[in-house]
């Protein structure tokens, strides 16, 4: 940054300096003799010392000035990077290969795209001027023929540069798996697992494999682009070393005085030394072209165009209503996972159910029978493959994701915000955050009845002075939830963590909250799911058996089944 000012700098004063050395030149070479300027020599080195130190104070202030212009191009392009996430579908950001594309996107950097191609275009610039004067002073074939080989060099480097970003583009799945395996080794949560198996030798040696694979590929490249670059750079510095020879051989008319003789001779060794430069900048800018096509790629990736987009709501695009519960309907509900290029798995496949409004649902299965993939397209997360789910409102029918209705749900990885206790519980409900009876409520509907700390401590050992444990923290996500008021409440496994007493009066507590509401449970507890008004059971992704628990006990299906195992087990 500070090299692009003082470049500048050196290059707007570049004539002026000129001329103050052929005046000294000049006037030393007249010294002693009648003629000679004594003033005017003393005058030339005043204004090239005053010159040198413009130069230093102007590059030093300018480095503030890029600063700044650092601060404004990394901040603004992780706000479009976020902004863009934040509109993508749910699929997309969960999908390997986007998150690779955004890991290469946050590469780019507009600020020094911005300075590198100031400093080219004053490199560029300075090296014309350059050529100019040497052309001028009757020395143009090897002005002319310096810049060409420049020109050649120039367009080398660009192909080598980008060929060589190309190449480490491709190794997003390495360094995808040594991310992964990295962040294993030294984050806190996988510590305790990591060594009661004994795990870190492992790890590491997988780690070092894939960062040493991606890393050899990257050499390989590295290396093969420096020995494409020798012989260009090599036969420059020749070719360079040559033309010096040349002029302290030979003559002009147009070189006169010492003073001409040392400007050409500074024009020469400054073109020699400005080309190298440009042709480097351009192989740099060509990798950064290369970041801004992936930084392009993310950007443009497509929307959520057929999702609801559920950050309208809180950006206040879409005027909340409260229109109280609504009922499902799904319609031949086809889902498939993309887990290759060529491969889909399908999740779901041919689910119709209806739910009136206020009602609840329980949905079970066994672990992969797609319930928590019904719970999102229920939601409006995901867009089914084929098929449709319908909200069905008073209004009339909407498409499921709808931001006009409230929804609230409990992932099994829910969120640990390291805010305030109070932040965790208002994030249901904004608006709320300083109504501290509220707040206490929602806790105690979560069964938070008793908690060792003030609602404005921040939580979580990284910024607070304490932290939850598991369970406290899942029904600090429940609480969340139940903020909410009014609303499509999903609970997806939000027991996982609770022990039996807790759990069952979590069950209790959610039916309570979900009075009157519209409420999905999706459980193994298959006690707690016979209290739901309907029961969905899932098995390998088709929806096998629905109805009460009495309907489906006397069914003797896959219910049953399910629930003599968990009986036996229980006596
Ligand atoms: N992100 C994903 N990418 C690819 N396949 C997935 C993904 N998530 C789930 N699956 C697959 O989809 C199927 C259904 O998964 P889902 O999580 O919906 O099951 P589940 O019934 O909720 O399981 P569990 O009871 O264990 O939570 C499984 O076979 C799983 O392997």
Sequence with gaps: ??????????????????????????????WGQPTSDRESLFLACAGLALLMTAAAFIGSSSLLKHTRIYEIGTLLKERLIVEKTASLPLRAVETPSVQDVRRR???????????????????????????????????????????????????????????????????????????????????????????????????????????????????????????????????????????????????????????????????????AGAIPSVVKQVGSLSQMAVHCENFKAYIQHPDDRTTYNHNQQ????????????????????????????TDRLAALDDISFEMERGTKIAIVGENGSGKSTLVKLLLGLYRPDAGEVHWLTKEGNVQAGHPTYRTAAVFQDFNRYQMRLRDNVAIGDVMKVTDDAAITEALAKAGLREWHTSLDDTIGTAFGRFDLSGGQWQKVAAARAYMRGDCFLVFDEPTSALDPQAEREAFADFLRAAEGQTAILVTHRLGAAKLADTILVLKDGRLVEQGTHAQLMTAHGEYERLYRLQAAWYV
């Excluded at 040497?134 to 002005?143: S, T, V």
């Excluded at 305790?192 to 494999?209: A, C, M, N, T, V």
């Excluded at 206040?316 to 509900?333: D, K």
């Design 105 to 271: 996107a946050l590469l780019y950097a507009p600020d020094a795209v911005c300075l590198e191609g100031m400093s080219l275009l004053i490199q560029s610039m300075q090296a014309i001027l350059l050529t100019g004067l040497i052309c001028w002073m009757g020395y143009w074939p090897l002005a002319v023929g310096l810049l060409l080989l420049g020109c050649g060099q120039s367009w080398l480097y660009a192909a080598i540069g980008s060929r060589l970003e190309r190449t480490q583009t491709k190794q997003a799945t390495s360094l995808r798996l040594a991310d992964h395996l990295h962040q294993l080794l030294i984050a806190e949560v996988p510590a305790k697992e990591i060594r009661i198996f004994g795990l870190h030798s492992l790890l590491q040696q997988r780690w070092l494999d894939y960062s040493r694979d991606a890393g050899k590929q990257n050499e390989q490249a590295v290396a093969r682009s420096e020995r494409q670059k020798l012989l260009p750079e090599l036969s420059f510095s020749l070719i360079s070393g040559i033309a010096i020879l040349l002029i302290i051989l030979s003559s002009s008319t147009n070189i006169s005085t010492a003073g001409d003789y040392v400007v050409l001779f500074q024009c020469v060794t400054l073109l």
């Design 1 to 30: 940054m500070q090299k692009a000012s003082l470049d500048t700098v050196t290059m707007l004063m570049l004539p002026l300096r000129l001329y103050l050395i052929k005046l000294v030149m000049d006037r030393i070479q007249q």
């Design 314 to 341: 809180q950006r206040g695009n879409i005027p909340e209503q409260a229109s109280g519960p609504i009922g499902l309907r799904t319609e031949q509900l086809t889902f498939r996972y993309n887990v290759s290029p």
